[in-house]
């Protein structure tokens, strides 16, 4: 029998023979790599607001889960509704429109093809809940800017004013989203026109024109929203969609009504805040838009950081040194170029691509024949496959009918 007082004595090779094999380094990455354990990022957020009207009103739903108890299926969910002509429609949306999103989504599905899947059930989500909300016989409307985080894939449905942008490492600030003010939106006036609708200003005594563009019948300045049921067909609810996948390095989304991009550019926004935790960046960002514009309008601001999971916030972007002599000599030529480069999305290694409405993307996940070419369409709402009827049509822009009736 073993003594355990006495010392065991071992050799130096029984030690090495007793120790597991070292793994290079190289050979464990790939093995996470192969297992899909990359590590997913960590959303912080902030949000802060003040009411003049209070029909402004968010979602914030951290902790979502595709599969209850599955914590591998987990995304989070941001939204701003920014209500007119009542509050009934932003309250509506807020509360059912995440519900009929993921019902358009089987839950058996991968991570990838749930994030194919989702640009389309963004579409159904908003087109069904606009049905639902005009069941009610309510005649209010509402924006909705509508952000689901996954991992670090960012994918944004919007439709109205309500702006969300991408502020990624390295500086460059990116529109995730398509303002649908008529009198800033070229497209969405020919699209209304098209349709019939007219487009023109107030009139006040005398014929003179007042205000901004609004579509009649109806007054409306916006062409799209959710709600609206007294203002014609034209005023659809069938929302842009853009998804895009960040660099490890994360960005910061500014997610805000209109009562921020009133007063603020998106420039001007991403530079308030950089550096500061998203709580204290959404109160700065709001702080901002007070003192250059005052309380003109409902105001909310969120912050939502995406990062990696070894740090707090975003560090705060380098100042580059400035030279005197390079500037005298290319001052002009790089100013030129900054200017040209603050609107683009995809800075290499920062962000790509992963779809907009009416991408290239769009054609080859789908085919270059589908639907247009096919004669068959699919349903917003229940994904049902039908023939094209003359009332139907499809815009260059869309998987669904842009002709959207009111009363179907």
Same mark, same amino acid.
């Given at each position: 029998?073993?003594?355990? #007082? ?169 529109? #995730?989203?398509?303002?649908? +003010? ?41 062409? +799209? ?27 910061? #989304? ?155």
């Amino acid at each position: 029998m073993l003594d355990l #007082l006495t010392p065991l004595h071992v050799s130096t090779d029984e030690v090495s023979r007793m120790r597991p094999p070292l793994v290079p380094l190289a050979t464990l990455i790939g093995r996470e790599l192969r297992n899909e354990m990359i590590e997913k990022p960590l959303v912080k957020y902030g949000q802060a607001a003040l009411a003049k009207k209070g029909e402004d009103y968010f979602l914030i739903k951290p902790d979502c889960q595709r599969v209850s108890g599955d914590l591998s299926t987990s995304f989070s969910v941001f939204a701003i509704f920014d209500g007119h002509n009542g509050i009934s429609a932003a309250i509506f949306a807020k509360e059912q429109l995440l519900d009929n999103v993921l019902s358009a989504i089987p839950q058996d599905i991968s991570t990838e093809e749930w994030l194919q899947a989702l640009p389309r059930a963004l579409v159904a989500g908003f087109v069904k809940t606009d049905i639902e909300f005009q069941q009610g016989g309510e005649t209010s409307g509402t924006t909705v800017t509508f952000v689901i985080i996954d991992g670090w894939t960012v994918t944004v449905a919007s439709v109205g004013d309500s702006r969300c942008i991408l502020d990624s490492q390295g500086g460059v600030v990116s529109l #995730l989203t398509v303002d649908h +003010r008529l009198e800033e939106n070229v497209e969405e006036r020919e699209r209304v026109t098209a349709s019939g609708g007219e487009v023109g200003r107030l009139n006040v005594f005398g014929g003179n024109e007042v205000g901004p563009l609004r579509c009649w019948p109806g007054g409306l300045c916006l062409s +799209r929203s959710i709600g609206d049921t007294d203002v014609g067909e034209y005023i659809v609810p069938i929302p842009h969609v853009k998804q895009v996948k960040l660099s490890n390095f994360g960005g910061r #989304l500014i997610i805000a009504s209109d009562g921020i991009w009133d007063a603020l550019s998106s420039d001007m926004a991403a530079k308030a805040c950089r550096g500061l935790p998203a709580e204290l960046a959404a109160k700065l960002v709001v702080k901002e838009a007070l003192r250059s514009r005052g309380l003109k309008d409902d105001t909310t601001c969120l912050v939502v950081d995406i990062i990696p999971s070894d740090i707090l916030f975003l560090p705060p972007i380098p100042r580059k040194k400035h030279n005197m002599f390079s500037s005298i000599l290319f001052g002009k030529k790089a100013l030129s170029s900054v200017s040209k480069s603050t609107n683009k999305l995809s800075a290499v290694g920062v962000v790509e691509e992963l779809f907009e409405e009416g991408s290239a993307v769009l054609a080859e996940r789908y085919g270059k024949d589908f639907p247009a070419n096919s004669g068959i369409h699919r349903c917003a709402v229940c994904q049902f496959e039908f023939e094209v009827a003359p009332v139907i049509t499809l815009d260059n822009e869309s998987l669904v009918s842009i002709e959207y009736k009111k009363d179907k």
